[in-house]
């Protein structure tokens, strides 16, 4: 299994849609989780961090389910510039290591 | 403003050559990361330095090398034993304090072969 693992999509959605992507990781030690959107040939950024109570940022609500060792992200009223690939980020236990899955493409279309 | 500043941009490698990628990085983090990534593909770990003076192999370390001599620096050697170095080339930093905190990137480096 690998350490974290993301639906590569791709996603097509139309302008207003809502839309969920899950992201499963494998170290049941991990202790911090995060977003990160990355738009084509640039450097990721951070979309959000994700708490352990839920977090909501506008649009975007972000959940971890410890027991099923899963986060996942939500996006209401899809934009046309929400169109990116998102990627879920979790620490590797203890440390500051942090492990990446390969990312979701979302594709919001007029 | 703080930042992390990742230069050149763009970067060619002739067959045999060495090249450094430059990352620098005025926000006063300890650990400094570098990644590759391909086009299509999610960031693999080449290498990372929590603290001056030391750092440890990623995922995908033989072929690269690094030093740690200031904490604000962290460049990268991309040497001839990489035989498929073109990729995209990310530097990232996090700050001191608690686990919990997020990685920031600079803006990469696009190193090709001529």
């Known amino acids: 299994r690998k350490e974290v693992e993301q639906d590569p999509g791709p996603f097509n959605v139309p302008e207003g849609a809502t839309v969920a992507f899950n992201c499963t990781y494998s170290?049941?030690?991990?202790?911090?989780f995060f977003w990160y959107r990355q738009d084509c040939r640039k450097e990721p950024k951070l979309l959000m961090s994700v708490y352990s109570s839920g977090n909501e940022d506008g649009r975007f609500t972000a959940q971890l389910n410890r027991a099923s060792q899963y986060i996942s992200l939500l996006i209401r009223d899809s934009k046309l510039s929400d169109s990116a690939t998102y990627l879920c980020v979790v620490n590797a236990g203890n440390n500051r290591k942090l492990i990446w899955g390969l990312g979701t493409s979302l594709a919001v279309n007029p | 403003d703080g930042g992390i500043t990742q230069s050149p941009k763009y970067l060619f490698r002739k067959e045999g050559q060495n090249v450094t990628l430059s990352c620098e990085q005025n926000?006063?983090?300890?650990?400094m990361y570098w990644y590759r990534q391909d086009p299509g593909q999610g960031l693999r770990l080449i290498y990372y330095?929590?603290?001056?003076?030391?750092?440890q192999k990623g995922d995908i370390a033989e072929g690269y090398s690094v030093s740690r001599e200031k904490k604000e620096s962290f460049p990268l050697t991309v040497t001839s034993a990489q035989k498929n170095p073109t990729a995209f080339y990310l530097c990232?930093?996090?700050?001191?304090?608690?686990?919990?905190?997020?990685?920031?990137f600079g803006d990469g480096t696009r190193l090709s072969i001529l």
């Open positions: 990232a930093s996090i700050g001191q304090g608690a686990i919990g905190q997020p990685q920031h």
């Open positions: 170290n049941s030690a991990s202790q911090s």
């Open positions: 330095s929590q603290i001056v003076n030391d750092f």
């Open positions: 926000l006063n983090h300890d650990a």
